[in-house]
């Protein structure tokens, strides 16, 4: 009889005294033979990393760093995270009481948050919170691109405001914007991928934005017959959804997509739903307004779905009948000292727009609290765990 089986039979029973926690027990106890000992982790190892160096010991033959590097790498991560998974849900409602089920869960949910700190990129806290103060120091929500429902599937044609004042304010700050998030592309690239993710990528949203400020009256039009005809993507948007609920389930529930792959497979779904968009917006809406959202899909496409070279001929597919503005030829004013974090003022432009300086200072602290924390949410694997698997 396998452990399987055995809990099983006492998760049968009245669900009290030492049988309720029969599953959490076989998980933690399971966890070292079946997901780190057969790929040569020291589960040992682990646990002091883990622990902040309060209990368990490197193993011989390592430095801290060593092992970490090694728990890290992209092959590890590729076997025990989806090993994790999978022995999360080998313990499923028929083997165990609910409150058993939700100790594993907890447990399993924990130990990945845990790994997905200590290999993410120190870096990530300090630039998020500068990329946050970026957008709060021109009085602009950053909300439309990161809250906790992000995702790389979220309508990235409306990222400048669905109304003429955002729209002005972004379009009139956006040199000033960029100036300030520049730098993160070099002194933070882990928080790139992560932004990558949910389809955030700083330089494309860059030039998409220029597309966008180019011409008001044409905006304006284009989210008129967007907003009104928006039954001529409905199919797309469901297929989009079951495509999406698909990855997001393998990567944090299953185990089947791992880590390695997880963008590729946002990049199929995304390229699959923009294909499908732009077909049905060009019988809806006139030709130039169609050809303005092909622009701006292609320029805003994150860079892995652009670049990758399995990606490159449906990219070409959809986008070679426009010309879209590369992401590395936007001239920006010169960042002064202090890096990403500090606003230049852009002569012309900037913070001269907002109701005076003491208005906008509490409208960026205000903006900061409120998305910092939606940020932290959006980038915790835990909190993407819990909302697949708690159901």
């Given at each position: 009889m396998t452990s399987g089986q055995a809990t099983g039979g006492g998760g049968g029973g009245d669900g009290s005294g030492a049988n309720n926690n029969v599953c959490s027990s076989r998980f933690e106890a399971d966890l070292a033979p079946q997901c780190f000992e057969p790929y040569?982790?020291?589960?040992?190892?682990?646990i002091y990393v883990l622990s902040g160096n309060r209990t368990g010991a490197i193993p011989a033959g390592y430095?801290?760093?060593?092992?970490?590097?090694?728990?890290?790498?992209?092959?590890?991560?590729?076997?025990?995270?989806?090993?994790?998974?999978?022995?999360?849900?080998?313990?499923?409602?028929?083997?165990?009481?609910?409150?058993?089920?939700?100790?594993?869960?907890?447990?399993?949910?924990?130990?990945?948050?845990?790994?997905?700190?200590?290999c993410g990129a120190p870096c990530e806290q300090e630039?998020?919170?500068?990329?946050?103060?970026?957008?709060?120091?021109?009085?602009?929500?950053?909300?439309?691109?990161?809250?906790?429902?992000?995702?790389?599937?979220?309508?990235k044609f409306i990222i400048i405001g669905t109304n003429q004042t955002d729209y002005d304010n972004f379009c009139n700050n956006r040199q000033t914007l960029f100036s300030c998030l520049g730098p993160l592309s070099n002194t933070c690239p882990g928080l790139l991928d992560r932004l990558y993710t949910i389809g955030v990528d700083l330089k494309a949203m860059e030039s998409?934005?220029?597309?966008?400020?180019?011409?008001?009256?044409?905006?304006?039009?284009?989210?008129?017959?967007?907003?009104?005809?928006?039954?001529?993507?409905?199919?797309?948007?469901?297929?989009?959804?079951?495509?999406?609920?698909?990855?997001?389930?393998?990567?944090?529930?299953?185990?089947?997509?791992?880590?390695?792959?997880?963008?590729?497979?946002?990049?199929?779904?995304?390229?699959?739903?923009?294909?499908?968009?732009?077909?049905?917006?060009?019988?809806?809406?006139?030709?130039?307004?169609?050809?303005?959202?092909?622009?701006?899909?292609?320029?805003?496409?994150p860079s892995p779905c652009r670049d990758g070279s399995q990606f490159t001929p449906v990219y070409n597919g959809i986008c070679q009948?426009?010309?879209?503005?590369?992401?590395?030829?936007?001239?920006r004013p010169t960042v002064p000292p202090g890096g990403p974090g500090e606003v230049p003022t852009a002569p012309g432009s900037g913070t001269s727009n907002n109701q005076g300086g003491g208005d906008n200072n509490g409208a960026a602290a205000g903006t900061t609290a409120t998305v910092l924390t939606s940020v932290s949410f959006l980038l915790s694997t835990t909190a993407l765990l819990q909302l697949l698997t708690v159901v």
């Open positions: 040569g982790i020291n589960f040992t190892g682990v430095t801290f760093q060593t092992f970490l590097d090694f728990l890290c790498s992209v092959d590890m991560q590729d076997n025990v995270i989806p090993c994790v998974l999978k022995l999360m849900q080998k313990y499923n409602g028929t083997q165990c009481t609910p409150e058993d089920r939700q100790g594993v869960l907890g447990r399993g949910g924990q130990l990945l948050s845990f790994v997905d700190a200590i630039a998020t919170q500068s990329l946050i103060q970026c957008y709060a120091a021109i009085d602009v929500n950053p909300e439309p691109i990161l809250n906790p429902n992000a995702s790389i599937a979220d309508d998409a934005t220029d597309i966008l400020c180019a011409d008001r009256a044409q905006y304006f039009e284009a989210l008129q017959c967007f907003t009104s005809s928006a039954s001529a993507v409905s199919s797309c948007r469901a297929t989009t959804q079951a495509n999406m609920n698909a990855v997001m389930s393998g990567r944090y529930q299953t185990g089947d997509i791992p880590p390695s792959m997880y963008m590729d497979k946002l990049c199929e779904a995304r390229l699959t739903q923009v294909d499908c968009e732009l077909q049905g917006w060009s019988q809806t809406c006139n030709a130039q307004i169609s050809d303005l959202r092909t622009e701006v899909e292609c320029a805003s496409l009948k426009v010309t879209t503005q590369s992401p590395t030829v936007t001239v």
